[in-house]
């Protein structure tokens, strides 16, 4: 995982809530198999609208998205992910997420910062007047833009995995004993042998 | 200390306590799919890694398999790179696997019970996010993304926050002609798509012990659109009826796996469910959801302006006015099918309805069973001959098909349906595509209508 300790950017406003992973990568897009190569497919309906925020050319650059309540609902796909990453996005800003979706953007160093709507509000409006030089500095813990500072929380595990770019699962297997020590401990799975179902076993 | 049945499965699987952060979650089985899978396995070669116990671990092929028939060459190459990239993955780190064709191949979430995997108190993970289905058992059945699910190939572990406890209390019985699905978009309806977030969601009450296994499976599937990590139903006799035999030697351990007297929920909703009627979704979320006699509701009624925002949006995708009864509007394509509404008692609801009567003309109807397990069984049933006789297309081969549109099976552009499955989302069943969701006797009833109606209006 490349790591993640301060990233400065322009945010762009996605006035939406509950925006669900469909939406972030259509389903079309997921028979890629690779974990790159989704950045044309990020909004892609959405981007086919030519009001939409993304086409903007002011926000073209931007690196930080800023959205509504319950961002990335829906479907368990990484390639949401990996398609906003790939498009250039460091950080998501929203006042809340969708559990899936937020432990995927973790276990590929995408910055979740979960702020309160009124903060996310302020940060939407400094960005369509064209002020929108956010700072996530997760050393601090803490969100930087003109006239916000906000301390969000994050937790310590993760924080340090990111700062420090370590491979979770690297992190897990340093605890391998334990695991074969629940696994010689644990009740073995029983298996229902015979298929059943409410109707005669097939 | 009273424990809630969540609290129980994640104490006896916890491997390591994390204290505030995550836990080291032991998992018994993981389920795996085509999509979503093949980067886990490119990551545990490039690590040198291998499947820590494969025999926790079985595929199939669901979501973009052809329904027409088995042997048909799929046109587009990059379905059948994904489904050859599968079968190579687990014939490698030996991963039994289902592929079209088999026997048991079938939509993930409906085979897993179909094989006896799936059994009261486990944990249980699969790449896909309507792995809530499988908390019907009892057990804490959750989705993943790909990164965890190859943290879960290498380790057999996961590392994840100990959920909040929330309940879904349904008090007294369902009226005839409402079913399952009604009663989850009724749910989600009166909490909205974000209530669970961070939740497992135990649904309890009299209308949910009434449920079949059939039903429960179509609640918990669904919990994960109101936000929830998992839904969860404490095992019964109705659990054990379904199980067979095979439970009998430890049926004093799971009976143990229920809810203690005066745990305590984080959060609670009841629900009557005396007065619920069929429920159809009109926007495009399944919270936007309102009774088969109800109309479109008018977004300048909703406080919130996030929510009236989302509503006039979803009405001008929907292409629907505000205030049209939903009996007037009419559809295209009617798809019974699904993770959410495709076994056995789902077709045989529908059945049901369209026996001695025609689809209406102008209307498609898809029916893709969910299992080829469940096929079998409605052939033996003579379900394939009632929808022949009502111009349904009872497919030949089962899998996610009009669900995901991943398949060749999609919607065109501005095409309406009704649909048993999970998902309305703007774009689901194909770019431009519009979902109505529906229970499957509404879906039937609708297919010989043309509109929106439940059988009693036929
Ligand atoms: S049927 Fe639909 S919701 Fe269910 S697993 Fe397949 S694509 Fe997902």
Sequence with gaps: MTPFRSHTGTAVPLRRRDVDTDQIIPARFCTNPART?????????????????????????????????????????????WALLDYGFRVVVAPSYGDIFRANSLMNGLVTVTAPAPVVDRLQRLSEAGHAEVTVDLERRELRAPGIVHRFPFDADWRDRLLNGLDPIAATLRHEAEIAAYERARRPTPRTTEPRMTHAAL | MAETLAGKIWRTHTVRSGGAGDDLLYIDLQLLHEVNSPQAFDGLRAAGRRVRRPELTVGTEDHTTPTRSVHALDPDPARRRQRSLMAANCA?????????GDPSQGIVHVIGPELGLVRPGMTIVCCD???????????LAFGIGTSHSEHVLATQTLPIRRPKDMAVVVDGRLPAGVTAKDLVLAVIARTGVAAGHGHVVEYRGQAVADLSMEGRMTLCNMAIEMGARAGLVAPDEVTAAYLGDATADDEAYWRELRTDPGARFDQEVRVSAAGLRPYVSWGTNPGQSVPIDGRVPDPAALADPGLRQAAERALRYMGLRAGTAVRDIAVDVVFLGSCT????????????????RKVAAGVRMVVVPGSARVRRQAVREGLDRVFAAAGADFRAAPGCSMCVALGEDRLEPGERAASTTNRNFEGRQGTGARTHLVSPPVAAATAVAGTLAAPSDL
């Design chain 2, 92 to 100: 490698e780190f030996g991963i039994p696997l289902h592929r079209l």
């Design chain 2, 129 to 139: 996010s309507h792995t809530t289905t499988l908390g019907a058992f009892g057990a």
């Design chain 2, 341 to 356: 509404n495709a076994r056995i008692e789902d077709l045989r609801a529908a059945a049901e309805v369209l026996a001695g």
């Design chain 1, 37 to 81: 190569g989704f950045a044309g497919g990020l909004f892609a309906d959405w981007r086919a609208e030519p009001g939409f925020v993304l086409n903007d050319p002011r926000h073209r650059a931007a690196t930080v998205l800023v959205a509504g309540e319950s961002f990335g609902t829906g479907s368990s796909r990484e390639a949401a992910v």
